[in-house]
Every structure is written in structure tokens, then in C-alpha cells.
């Protein structure tokens, strides 16, 4: 149980293009989805906490109109990354945390999207 | 600001020995811990939860918490070599645990 999958898993794409990545949660439903950005051998950087059916919560200094996340059912999420830059170039993972699961703050991960702009 | 640390590593262990991951935390409210494994160019998953004070144990990973002393270990008995990997100690904070604060990750090397 907990899976959750991701489209694309890689995608290049060149300079001033949009590209959409998309987050489901395949046997839960998902209160809450989290988009994170990951650069080789550094952590994690949470990007935004994305509630169904309500506007994305951005972590300071990630720009909302260029990373556009829609949450618009329990077990899809979608991030745009708008005009990308070869700079937006990075390994994209969501997580979604399980609504009634007893551990409700559990957050399994997607596989992951690396994005490449050239 | 929330915080979580790790020793960024990397640990070399020989096959077989105990490896000890440790992380601190600087929210005492904190109400869970994980820790996630994650591979070189994978996203992480999910090795154990915790969520009260003393010992956790699932096959040869066993957590430890220490709300006290702001602590949350992981031992990994029995260590392969695909172990190997980056450990990252999570902590979430908040009423429903909303806050998801991850640790830089400490790199585990499980010598042959």
C-alpha cells in the first residue's frame, strides 16, 4: 500500500518551455501533497505543501507564478514549472501523506522527475 | 527555526558490523520521527516511524527516541553492502504534524 507514482520520471525540455509534472496517490487518498526539489548531494528543499482543493502553501523564496501546483483531487497533484531555465534544472519529488491512515503525518514518496533544460 | 541535524558522513562500516545514524532536533514539540533510506539518483522511502521514547524495532533496523535529549537514532544490525545509501531523519512538528523537516541525510558506505 502507499504508492505513489509520478509522470514523467525524466524529461528534457529546452529553455522558455513549460512542463508539467503530475503526482498520484494510487491506493490512498491524499489530504495533503508536498513538492521538494532535491540538487545532486545536497537534502531535500521543500518547495510547497499543496492541499486538495485549496490554493499551495510556498516555502519562502520559491516564486509561485513560476512553479504553478494544482491539487484539484485527493490523488493528483501537478506541478508546472513555467519559462523553465536551465537553473530549474532538478530532481522534482512529491510526497502525499495517507487522510486516514492512523499515522496520518507519514509522507510516502514518488519516484521522482529529473528535469533537464538546456 | 525548526531544525534537524545529521553527520553528513560518510560512515564506513564493514559488512556485518552495527551501523549507528544519529540526529537531533531543535523543536521540542515534535511529535514524530522518521527515517528514510534513499538511493543515489532515487527518491527516498520510508524505513521506520516513531513516535514514542525508547526503542523501535523492525528486522534489522531498530529506531531510538529520547524527547528529552531532542534524539532519535537508527542501528542497523547485520550491515550489507546495499545498505549503502544516504539516511535522512525526518521530524514532524505542528498540530498535525504538518511541519515536515528533513535532515541533510548522513552517507552510510557498508564496506565488503
Known amino acids: 500500500g502507499a504508492v505513489v507514482s509520478q509522470h514523467p520520471s525524466r524529461v528534457i525540455c529546452k529553455s522558455g518551455t513549460s512542463v508539467k509534472i503530475e503526482c498520484r496517490s494510487l491506493?490512498?487518498?491524499?489530504?495533503?501533497m508536498f513538492w521538494y526539489r532535491q540538487f545532486p548531494k545536497k537534502s531535500l528543499m521543500l518547495m510547497a505543501t499543496?492541499?486538495?482543493?485549496?490554493?499551495?502553501?510556498?516555502e519562502q523564496g520559491v516564486e509561485k507564478d513560476k512553479f504553478l501546483i494544482n491539487h484539484a483531487s485527493l490523488t493528483l497533484s501537478t506541478l508546472t514549472v513555467t519559462s523553465a531555465h536551465p537553473e530549474d534544472s532538478s530532481f522534482y519529488i512529491c510526497?502525499?501523506?495517507?487522510?486516514?491512515?492512523?499515522?496520518?503525518?507519514?509522507?510516502?514518496f514518488g519516484p521522482g522527475t529529473r528535469l533537464t533544460v538546456l | 527555526q525548526k531544525e534537524v541535524e545529521q553527520n553528513s558522513g560518510p560512515l564506513s562500516v564493514p559488512e556485518g558490523a552495527i551501523a549507528s545514524l544519529n540526529c537531533t532536533y531543535s523543536?521540542?514539540?515534535?511529535?514524530?520521527f522518521f527515517w528514510y533510506r534513499q538511493y543515489s539518483g532515487k527518491s527516498p522511502e520510508l524505513i521506520m516511524s516513531?513516535?514514542?521514547?525508547g526503542d523501535k524495532e523492525d528486522g534489522r533496523f531498530t529506531a531510538q527516541l529520547n524527547k528529552a535529549s531532542q534524539y532519535v537514532s537508527l542501528l542497523i544490525r547485520d550491515s550489507q553492502p546495499s545498505d549503502s545509501a544516504t539516511y535522512l531523519c525526518?521530524?514532524?512538528?505542528?498540530?498535525?504534524?504538518?511541519?515536515?523537516?528533513f535532515g541533510p541525510g548522513t552517507r552510510l558506505s557498508v564496506l565488503p
Open positions: 510526497s502525499a501523506r495517507d487522510r486516514v491512515a492512523a499515522s496520518t503525518d507519514t509522507q510516502y
Open positions: 491506493d490512498f487518498q491524499a489530504t495533503t
Open positions: 499543496s492541499n486538495e482543493g485549496s490554493k499551495a502553501t510556498y
Open positions: 523543536d521540542r514539540v515534535s511529535q514524530s
Open positions: 516513531i513516535y514514542s521514547n
Open positions: 525526518a521530524v514532524a512538528t505542528g498540530s498535525y504534524g504538518q511541519n515536515f523537516v
